[in-house]
């Protein structure tokens, strides 16, 4: 295998590669008919079924789901006693946000500046052409020195957990000695990353009952428990004067071994506003990686336009918890709710519930499989040095193969570095990058079948 022409190949495959993105992104593929109709999903399994066939793939299925959504499945046989790397990208998308905010149309994929932006372009339908590069790559320049299998998801994000369920029912479909999973990135554009930890996530409901209905604030205000009043109360427990979690039992006092992440750098990430302080105690890495965190993502409450001077019977918010590696999600979210119980003010009656879960991941660092991929990056990134780092989302797909083949070595690789804005406005992918990672995978498994 003339290894050195890979990434050649991989660059002159380039144009090609657009055009195929272009294709897969006219696809509104969001798993969700309120946001989407189903045969936008449908078009885009298609699609992906069609280019697994134009590469030889074989056993090719289109995959129903149990949450009514599609996965498409192909193998492709390499040589005899040669290892299985499975391969994973998702074709569905989140929805645009705010579609007049994108400068070029959120479905139509557009070129500026190196970049090429579009929705799905760096989560994940870009890592769907990640793949395909790889592999080209290699039969270009010989053989590809694996068995691969690809599994392309069609409603991770939506979290209803179709090919998980699939997976436990089919174990034998997804069983490899190491995966791929393309759906993290690069901390920085440019920077190898491998990631080696995923958060852990519990999303609880919390309503708040005082009143049997709404009052009028001036003739029963002073007396009368107000239930939003009650809830930001017990909302406000939850993190100490500083913003640490100070959920009662939780530990919060992870290290994070990896690499550092300068609080100067992280500012400009996040976008914090002058003078206005980072919340918690310790590194960002730590904060960000290695301890929990606790988080309001929905409220209800009345919108200041047309709101009338009353006190709320009623008010109901969802958090969410997320978790490293090291904690279990159950016995977090038991002590979370434990915590709200304990916080309630006035006697108000609460009803909480955890609408949903994930627990953590933590990849093996030690395994031959991990050491093909962080030379295998190390050379296509010249001159840098391969950095490990978390990620505060997660891919329950991470756990369930683990579970089912506590052998098998999972990576985690992508396109989605900082500067991609991924599940926002202006969504984008570095074509340096499609280019490097492309190069990266095809070596990993040349590596990987020489240490196997």
Same mark, same amino acid.
């Given at each position: 295998m003339p290894i050195d022409r890979i990434a050649e190949t991989v660059h002159s495959l380039i144009p090609a590669a657009y055009s195929e993105l272009s294709q897969l992104v006219a696809y509104r593929s969001i798993a969700n008919p309120q946001d989407a109709p189903r045969a936008e999903c449908e078009g885009a399994a298609a699609w992906v079924l069609g280019a697994l066939h134009t590469e030889g793939f074989q056993d090719l299925a289109v995959l129903d789901m149990t949450d009514g959504y599609q996965s498409v499945h192909g193998f492709l046989p390499g040589p005899s006693h040669a290892p299985t790397v499975l391969l994973y990208a998702h074709y569905d998308v989140q929805p645009p946000v705010d579609e007049a905010a994108w400068t070029t149309p959120p479905f139509h994929l557009t070129e500026r500046n190196g970049r090429w932006y579009g929705r799905g372009v760096a989560d994940?339908?870009?890592?769907?052409?990640?793949?395909?590069?790889?592999?080209?790559?290699?039969?270009?320049?010989?053989?590809?020195?694996?068995?691969?299998?690809? =599994?392309?998801? $069609?409603?991770?994000?939506?979290?209803? +957990? $179709?090919?998980?369920?699939?997976?436990?029912?089919?174990?034998?479909?997804? %069983?490899?000695?190491?995966?791929?999973? %393309?759906?993290? +990135?690069? @901390?920085?554009?440019?920077?190898?990353?491998?990631?080696?930890?995923?958060?852990? !996530?519990?999303?609880?409901?919390?309503?708040?009952?005082?009143?049997?209905?709404?009052?009028?604030?001036?003739? @029963?205000?002073?007396?009368?428990?107000?239930?939003?009043? %009650?809830? =930001?109360?017990?909302?406000?427990?939850?993190?100490?004067?500083?913003?640490?979690?100070?959920?009662?039992?939780?530990?919060?006092?992870?290290?994070?071994?990896?690499?550092?992440?300068?609080?100067?750098?992280?500012?400009?990430?996040?976008?914090?506003?002058?003078?206005?302080?980072?919340? $918690?105690?310790?590194?960002?890495?730590?904060?960000?990686?290695?301890?929990?965190? !606790?988080?309001?993502?929905? =409220?209800?409450?009345? *919108?200041?336009?047309?709101?009338?001077?009353?006190?709320?019977?009623?008010?109901?918010?969802?958090?969410?918890?997320?978790?490293?590696?090291?904690?279990?999600?159950?016995?977090?979210?038991?002590?979370?709710?434990?915590?709200?119980?304990?916080?309630?003010?006035?006697?108000?009656?609460?009803?909480?519930?955890?609408?949903?879960?994930?627990? *953590?991941?933590?990849?093996?660092?030690?395994?031959?499989?991990?050491?093909?991929?962080?030379?295998?990056?190390?050379?296509?990134?010249? $001159? @840098?040095?391969?950095h490990i780092a978390g990620h505060g989302g997660g891919f329950p797909l991470c756990n369930t193969l683990s579970e089912l083949n506590p052998n098998t070595t999972i990576l985690l690789i992508g396109l989605s570095e900082s500067e991609a804005q991924i599940h926002a406005v202006d969504e984008s992918v570095s074509v340096d990058e499609l280019r490097r990672l492309s190069t990266s995978e095809a070596r990993f498994l040349v590596n990987y079948a020489r240490r196997h």
């Open positions: 994940s339908k870009g890592a769907v052409i990640m793949h395909l590069l790889a592999l080209r790559a290699l039969k270009t320049n010989g053989e590809i020195p694996v068995n691969v299998k690809m =599994i392309v998801e $069609g409603s991770m994000e939506q979290g209803t +957990g $179709g090919l998980e369920a699939y997976a436990r029912s089919h174990p034998d479909l997804l %069983a490899a000695d190491a995966v791929v999973v %393309a759906g993290a +990135g690069n @901390f920085r554009q440019g920077l190898p990353t491998l990631t080696v930890s995923l958060q852990g !996530v519990s999303t609880v409901r919390v309503r708040v009952d005082t009143l049997h209905a709404d009052l009028n604030a001036e003739q @029963f205000g002073g007396a009368a428990p107000d239930a939003l009043i %009650a809830l =930001i109360k017990m909302l406000d427990s939850l993190v100490a004067d500083d913003g640490s979690p100070a959920v009662e039992g939780l530990a919060a006092d992870g290290e994070w071994p990896g690499m550092d992440y300068p609080e100067a750098e992280f500012r400009q990430d996040a976008k914090v506003l002058e003078g206005v302080d980072l919340i $918690g105690a310790s590194s960002v890495a730590d904060r960000l990686w290695a301890r929990p965190s !606790v988080s309001v993502v929905g =409220i209800d409450c009345p *919108p200041i336009a047309g709101s009338t001077p009353s006190i709320r019977a009623s008010a109901q918010a969802v958090l969410s918890l997320s978790i490293p590696p090291g904690h279990n999600t159950e016995t977090a979210t038991k002590l979370l709710i434990s915590h709200l119980q304990q916080h309630v003010p006035w006697n108000a009656r609460i009803m909480v519930e955890q609408v949903a879960r994930r627990e *953590p991941f933590k990849a093996d660092t030690t395994s031959p499989a991990y050491a093909a991929m962080a030379k295998a990056m190390a050379d296509s990134y010249p $001159g @840098f040095e391969v």
